[in-house]
């Protein structure tokens, strides 16, 4: 049997990426490694769910990381949808919004995707 952990995203400056996941998902980070040449720091939402998000920052790298064609994501569902897009439209970081299927991206400060869901309506 396998569970999720984490997922992770290497960033360029580890700061304002921290600080893009609180302000815009209210993740805090919940556990820092600080190695040689690289810090990873794992964000935690308030309800200490048991996946992560380990964000890695590598002393030597100065140039963007190469995305690819950006398909893969993180996915996060809020319990007020409304209001989440009021903010992440305030804040301009909306990259894409899908209202057919009822979802919408945000774009984080190094070009990572989240993907924004409503709640489950239970039937």
Not at 42 to 64: Q, V, Y
Not at 100 to 110: K, L, R, S
Request: include cysteine; charged fraction near 25%; proline fraction near 3%.
């Amino acid at each position: 049997m396998f569970k999720f952990a984490h997922n992770n995203f290497n960033v360029l400056d580890l700061e304002k990426s921290m600080k893009f996941y609180q302000e815009a998902l209210g993740l805090r980070e919940v556990r820092r490694i600080n190695g040689d040449g690289f810090i990873i720091v794992f964000m935690g939402d308030e309800d200490n769910s048991h996946h992560l998000l380990e964000l890695t920052w590598l002393k030597d790298r100065k140039e963007p990381y190469n995305l690819g064609d950006n398909e893969f994501h993180l996915a996060l569902r809020t319990d007020d949808f409304a209001a989440a897009h009021a903010k992440h439209e305030k804040m301009g970081c909306i990259c894409f919004e899908n209202t057919a299927m009822g979802i919408y991206f945000i774009v984080d400060p190094d070009g990572y995707w989240v993907e924004i869901l409503p709640p489950v309506v239970e039937a």
